[in-house]
């Protein structure tokens, strides 16, 4: 019977209602300036009647967000309204930890709050860490040393604090603390915070949830006599990478510093950078099992409201036991996660990160890892680099164009010989097809075979170059290459020509500065060498509208991919073409910032000085 | 009205490049030879009578438009002929005529693919692949394809100027003589006639809400009519110049034989290969937007929410009536007789007789005020 049901319901209509995606809301003066050039009337009414409406008249016509190949049952789509679904993301997190804890008949430790009795304390925390089982988990009785003395505990996790500044405390607690405590034991946690401790943040928490993300945290956490609240003492101190050189994103100007793993030193090397008081670090626990901070960093006076809103509502409404990385919490939060080109931009330089919340973008930085991932992110933006803007605008211009004639041969390049050694002889002047001719007169293999040879055998290569521990990774790499492309033109198994052309694809893959897309773009490759081989041009342009069409139509957080050419916007003086920085006056307009501006429109003031000769 | 389809917005730049292109993708078929055929050495004067009725349909179709904002032309002739005899209008004309469209244009580019390149390929093969492709455009729906429409322009562009400008060796301006043709009532008459048939003004009045409704209809009609006229009349001209007429007559498909000769020296000749890409480009767009039209027109006929659960359905369809036809001639025979005078009826007679109907209205409620 249910099999006939699946059936029937794969064969009847279901409106699908996850087409409706996030649309990045236009500001106010961009909606001013839409009706002054006179737009549809449903905009004009949207404006007339203010904000809220002008959503709903916006969702109405919503474009196709994002289209699923299988829906996926997501939690929201599940029941309730809208609003109500927004208002209980929030809270989901938490009930994620409850159902999990529920299903293993732990006692519900969100509901736990600290008691005033010592024993009582002592006894949830053995139970909550499996005490003594646990071995990493120290409990240290102390006694401090007030008049009259008082019991208590500490709670920390051994490797993650630092001991000097375990040692300053109990100190502090123990030999420095001879002076009168206070009558009400309910207010001790108070006083000791206020008096007795050195340490550089103090709290004071009553509820054991709290309490324990803290102290997995690297906090040490003080349970007094008679006290129903406990103090966290920040003592994070656990061994960690230094700020290191960037690895993947090299280059030769500008800052040499990368993110490491632990989320303070990121979000301190993005301030290091942003000395405003309007960038906003807020942070979001992910993971029912290892509860991953994450850091939502933005500029709050520059970046979109909307914007940072369904940034936070993506990432609280993530249900899942484990992210380590911001790989695995870039798929939870992508807008098309199905389609092979990345939506989300992950950077490991922390002065790109900068640059794109100056801009109006919304960093993402989970704690463990190395990257921090910059939304929305279009396409143009993951073919350049800082040091596009770093070196001089003409030379920044010139590898830009150099980047897009790469990205083209990448992917295109083996797909396109193949259609004209097979299919359109006539394109290629004598001369050449001749020399062509003569080269794969000893090949025994049809041409895609020894395309497909030769390419798999180089991703094999690359594969295996990274792969290979150390420093000889790249050398055997290279080595094999040469040596597989030498032996096989000298055995008779590829032609010359074709050596040259897979390493002509491989270096264009290679210029790509995103690793993402050039993942992609290596993809894409293979498709383009089947269409090539049964269609030739035919087939290689049935590939090319596809790949645009289904592109044009990605959204990376309201934001179409190809903006500012798909669809047309404002282009701004920082796409392909990078003019000089005295002309980036406006920030990107598809972002849609609270302040457009960046700068006026004549940034050099000393021309100006000159020219007057009023001041002189 | 309930706006019942939820479609994408798109500006007017992207609107008039969309149309642009579906309107220039009759100049790569054999349709410039049967207007090589009408015009003699004037062809490229045909299309102005065409042009001039062009622009007069937009006016006429704004006109109608804007006597309902917010509405397409499906529901302002439901309002106007009433829900059964509206219903049958909107069906057998305009869904109708954008179906038979979308299935002429997927068998003569078909066609056209296999005279090209793929020779030995079945044409079910080259019917099912453009078929495809137009699937996924309406699939994704009419911003989707407004946007490739605007990142494939320049493309399509560049190619037709290179042509132009590599050709000018070719050019012989005494093929152009005389100067009207076959005669003036042969290329005016007979040339509106025949250039008057474009599917666009009745697509552009089927998704006139998603190009951002009736105030901005006319503007973006007249240019988009003014680019696709443009490269109609310069194709023309230009095929004349380099063959003249009685030779061009005999071209199976103009577009390819004016590629096949380039020639910059040894190493840069006979491009036609990279035309191709331009070719399908269009040809899937044109494919894609009728599709689109065909399974709006009907989803708002029959009141449906969505449109695309239809188009499979009518994918479908267009394939087997694609595939009806014996062989090319009979295709593009259909398309001469058939389609290009059918077309009139949307384009031109329905808003006149919607314009009408609303005039006898207004007369006789001024009447019984």
């Known amino acids: ?616 | 009205m309930v706006k019942i389809i939820k479609e994408g917005t798109f500006g007017p730049g992207e609107a008039i490049i969309l149309l642009g292109i579906s309107n220039i993708a009759r100049i790569f078929l054999s349709y410039p030879r049967s207007l090589v055929e009408i015009g003699g050495s004037a062809a490229w004067m045909t299309p102005l009578g065409g042009l001039a009725a062009a622009l007069a349909g937009i006016y006429l179709m704004s006109l109608v438009l804007k006597k309902s904002p917010g509405s397409t032309i499906i529901e302002i002739t439901e309002m106007v002929f009433g829900p059964f005899i509206g219903m049958a209008v909107n069906i057998l004309i305009i869904a109708h005529i954008l179906e038979m469209g979308g299935a002429l244009f997927i068998r003569e580019f078909s066609e056209a693919m296999l005279i090209t390149t793929l020779r030995f390929a079945p044409i079910s093969v080259i019917d099912a692949v453009f078929l495809a492709m137009g699937l996924l455009g309406a699939y994704l729906g009419i911003e989707a394809l407004a946007r490739t429409a605007r990142l494939i322009y320049p493309y399509i562009l560049g190619g037709l100027i290179i042509l132009i400008f590599t050709l000018i060796p070719f050019w012989n301006f005494h093929n152009l003589l005389p100067v009207f043709g076959k005669g003036p009532k042969e290329v005016f008459l007979l040339g509106t006639y025949s250039t008057a048939g474009i599917a666009e003004i009745i697509i552009a009045g089927v998704i006139v809400q998603a190009m951002g409704g009736a105030e901005i209809f006319a503007r973006i009609g007249y240019r988009s009519m003014l680019i696709g006229f443009a490269f109609l009349i310069i194709t023309l001209a230009v095929l004349v110049l380099t063959y003249n007429w009685p030779i061009s007559e005999e071209f199976t498909l103009p577009f390819l034989r004016l590629a096949r000769t380039i020639y910059l020296g040894r190493f840069i000749q006979r491009l036609e290969a990279i035309f191709i890409l331009v070719w399908v480009f269009v040809g899937a767009l044109k494919i894609a937007l009728l599709l689109y039209g065909a399974a709006v027109s009907l989803a708002r006929s029959l009141k449906l929410p969505d449109y695309r659960p239809l188009i499979w359905p009518l994918g479908l369809a267009m394939f087997i009536l694609g595939l009806l036809p014996l062989d090319m001639l009979a295709a593009i025979k259909l398309d001469i007789v058939y389609l290009r005078s059918f077309v009139l009826i949307p384009n031109y007679l329905l808003p006149l007789l919607i314009l009408a109907v609303f005039w006898f209205k207004g007369r006789r409620e001024r009447a019984g005020s």
């Open chain 1, 1 to 616: 019977m249910s099999i006939l049901k699946k059936m029937l319901s794969i064969i009847t209509y279901q409106e699908n209602t996850s087409r409706e995606g996030f649309v990045l809301e236009e500001t106010a003066d961009d909606r001013q300036t839409g009706q002054k050039a006179g737009t549809s009337p449903e905009r004009k009414a949207a404006g007339e009647y203010g904000e809220p409406e002008a959503v709903h008249g916006r969702e109405e016509r919503a474009p196709a967000g994002r289209r699923s190949f299988k829906k996926p049952v997501r939690p929201l789509n599940k029941a309730g309204d809208k609003s109500q679904k927004i208002k209980n993301s929030s809270t989901e997190g938490r009930q994620a930890d409850q159902v999990s804890s529920q299903a293993k008949g732990e006692p519900l430790i969100n509901e736990l709050s600290v008691s005033s009795s010592l024993a009582k304390n002592r006894e949830t925390i053995e139970e909550l860490y499996g005490l003594p089982d646990n071995k990493d988990i120290i409990v240290r009785d102390i006694v401090i040393g007030t008049n009259p003395e008082i019991d208590g505990f500490l709670v920390y996790v051994d490797g993650l604090v630092d001991k000097s500044v375990q040692d300053l405390l109990i100190q502090a607690l123990i030999i420095f603390a001879a002076r009168p405590a206070p009558q009400d034991k309910g207010k001790l946690a108070l006083y000791v915070k206020e008096r007795l401790l050195p340490g550089n943040q103090v709290s004071t928490q009553s509820r054991f949830r709290d309490i324990l993300d803290a102290v997995n945290y690297g906090d040490t956490a003080l349970f007094l006599e008679g006290c129903a609240e406990a103090v966290l003492v920040e003592t994070k101190g656990w061994e960690h990478r230094a700020v290191e050189k960037p690895v993947i994103e090299q280059i030769l100007r500008g800052p040499q510093e990368a993110f490491g793993e632990t989320l303070r030193t990121n979000t301190a090397l993005v301030r290091k950078i942003i000395k405003n008081e309007n960038l906003t670090t807020e942070l979001l626990k992910v993971g029912a099992r290892n509860r991953v901070n994450v850091a939502v960093m933005y500029l709050r006076d520059v970046a979109n409201p909307s914007l940072v809103a369904e940034v936070k509502r993506r990432i609280e409404s993530i249900k899942t036991d484990f992210i380590v990385d911001a790989g695995m919490l870039e798929e939870f939060i992508q807008d098309s996660p199905y389609n092979l080109n990345p939506t989300i931009l992950a950077t490991e330089r922390p002065d790109r990160a900068a640059a794109s919340i100056v801009e109006g973008r919304v960093a993402i930085i989970a704690d463990g890892s190395p990257f921090a991932l910059i939304v929305p992110a279009t396409m143009y933006e993951m073919l350049q680099t800082s040091e596009d803007v770093y070196s001089r605008w003409q030379l920044g211009t010139f590898i830009r164009y150099l980047r897009i004639l790469a990205l083209y041969i990448s992917f295109l390049a083996p797909g396109v010989y193949l259609s004209v050694v097979l299919f359109h002889h006539e394109m290629i002047p004598t001369e050449l097809l001749l020399a062509i001719a003569g080269n794969r007169e000893r090949v025994p293999f049809p041409s895609v075979i020894e395309v497909l040879l030769m390419e798999i055998s180089f991703e094999l290569i690359r594969e295996a170059g990274l792969r290979i521990p150390g420093i000889m990774g790249t050398t055997i790499g290279i080595i094999g290459a040469l040596i597989l492309g030498q032996a096989s033109v000298q055995a008779n198994i590829v032609s010359p020509i074709l050596v040259i052309l897979v390493a002509i694809t491989g270096l264009s893959s290679f210029v790509i500065p995103y690793f993402s897309l050039a993942f992609t773009l290596r993809i894409y490759r293979f498709i383009y060498i089947i269409l090539g081989t049964t269609m030739g041009f035919f087939g290689i342009a049935l590939g090319l509208f596809s790949q645009i069409i289904l592109t044009a139509n990605l959204k990376s957080f309201g934001v179409p991919y190809l903006a500012p050419t798909g669809p047309r916007t404002v282009g701004g003086a920082d796409v392909v073409t990078r003019l000089p920085v005295f002309f980036h006056e406006k920030r990107p307009d598809y972002l849609n910032p609270r302040e457009i501006i960046r700068q006026p429109d004549i940034s050099r003031g000393w021309l100006k000085q000159k020219d007057g000769g009023k001041d002189n």
